[in-house]
């Protein structure tokens, strides 16, 4: 194997290049955009710059965000401090460093679309824009809205949520979470350098009824969406039931970030998954691993390893979470009262945020916690007497 073609190069597509290009092998980058204001929050958790410190440590200008305020109807908000601040970037900077870095590290990029791709021999034919080019291994970098039909994840209209909001003009130091009513999603206000950027995302719901919900929220915050410029896109957001057969990886390919469905399915977080399955791939790839084949069976493998098994395991909750009830509330307008009145669920919350509170050591966590939760609830509610001593 001695070529390696990206298709596209988004977060994934660019990290996969930087990675496999300095091992010796000839990487062409393909991307119809190159950089690009791709729809996004641009926020990355600290799990994402603990683990690629570069995300940090670079000259591109960027915002660490310290607090953020959750609200939940009949719940009022409350304000978490974050210990791991969520650092945020415009997606067109980011992009635009992550492809720079690409070609520093020797990878060849090319600003045309992928039209169509066919086996020929051991390798593959790519049709593209400006031509044809040949390589023996495929990196599927695509997005959500991957075209090609013959590899990379197959989303189903469950297995996706819709995501929209508005580019505004104007500044604050926090990030705003909105959870809505009878929605498998929420709003976000993320501070950007120079803007906000205002948004929803949402399963089962047209987008034309998120955009009401989301429309009406910033008439009542006072954020007019006049002039800013609307942005829309898909986010995968798989089901339980496609996790066991979600095609990440076939006989001469293998499919990273949105192109492979790896986004969380309550957070829609995909920046770090992006990468982070990018590294994968590049080290299966450059593996000791004989057969091609045998790579591909490890990029399974190391995928599952490192987060799909956690995220299958989230999706199995995202329901509960969005909509579920608990103690005759919703479960959004527990999470903000509990949050507000205990610091033990307030750590635990803060760590979600920062990624470093997984999905299925969570209910373990919450139960160890719970006593002294609610010991505090209690407490912060006045029931000191039902309540005589400290437990858990
Ligand atoms: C509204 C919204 C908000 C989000 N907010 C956040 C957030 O705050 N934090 C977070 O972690 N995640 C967020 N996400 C998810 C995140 O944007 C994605 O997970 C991430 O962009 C995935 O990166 P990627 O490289 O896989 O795909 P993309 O970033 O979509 O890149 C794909 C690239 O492929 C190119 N391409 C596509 N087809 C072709 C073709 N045929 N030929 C050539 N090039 C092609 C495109 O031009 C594009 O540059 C959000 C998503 C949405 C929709």
């Known amino acids: 194997m001695k070529r390696v073609a990206i298709l596209g190069g988004g977060p994934a597509g660019a990290f996969a290049a930087e990675q496999l290009a300095p091992a010796g092998l000839r990487v062409l980058l393909f991307d119809e955009k190159l950089a690009w204001e791709k729809p996004c929050g641009g926020g990355l958790t600290y799990k994402a710059y603990h683990q ?11 915002r ?48 045309a679309r992928i039209q169509e791709m066919s086996r020929c021999g051991p390798g593959w034919r790519l049709r593209t824009s400006c031509g044809i080019a040949d390589a023996d291994f495929c990196i599927v970098a695509t997005g959500a809205r991957n075209p090609l039909r013959e590899v990379g994840t197959q989303l189903r209209p469950e297995d996706a949520m819709s995501a929209l909001g508005y580019y505004v003009p104007g500044d604050q130091e926090k990030i705003d979470i909105q959870f809505l009513r009878g929605l498998e999603g929420y709003i976000w206000v993320f501070p950007r350098c120079g803007h906000l950027s205002v948004g929803i995302c949402g399963k089962g719901e047209p987008a034309a009824s998120l955009r009401k919900r989301l429309e009406h929220y910033m008439t009542e915050k006072g954020i007019s969406w006049k002039g800013a410029s609307f942005y829309s896109h898909l986010l995968p957001s798989l089901d339980k039931g496609s996790w066991k057969k979600n095609r990440v990886a076939g006989d001469g390919w293998m499919a990273v970030g949105d192109a492979a ?33 045998e790579k591909v069976e490890q990029y ?78 209690a407490m912060s509610l006045g029931f000191s007497r039902l309540v005589p001593r400290k437990a858990g």
């Open 52 to 62: 690629y410190p570069f995300l940090l440590d670079n000259s591109t200008r960027k």
């Open 64 to 111: 660490l965000v310290t607090e953020t305020v959750l609200a939940a109807p009949r719940a009022g908000e409350v304000t978490l401090k974050l210990d791991n601040p969520l650092l945020i970037y415009s997606r067109f900077d980011l992009n635009q460093m992550l492809l720079q870095r690409a070609e520093r590290a020797g990878a060849q990029i090319e600003k």
């Open 261 to 293: 469905g790896l986004v969380d399915p309550i957070t829609g977080e995909g920046l770090y998954y992006a990468i982070r399955s990018a590294d994968l791939a590049a080290r299966s790839l450059l593996s000791e691993a004989g057969a091609m084949l």
């Open 300 to 377: 399974r493998r190391m995928l599952c390893h490192d987060f799909t098994a956690d995220l299958e395991f989230g999706s199995r909750m995202a329901k509960r979470i969005f909509l579920g009830r608990f103690m005759f509330g919703s479960v959004p307008a527990r999470i903000v009262e509990f949050t507000r009145r205990s610091p033990r669920f307030s750590a635990i919350v803060g760590d979600l945020f920062a990624g470093k509170q997984s999905y299925q050591t969570l209910k373990r966590r919450l139960l160890k916690n719970l006593n002294g939760s609610f010991y505090d609830i």
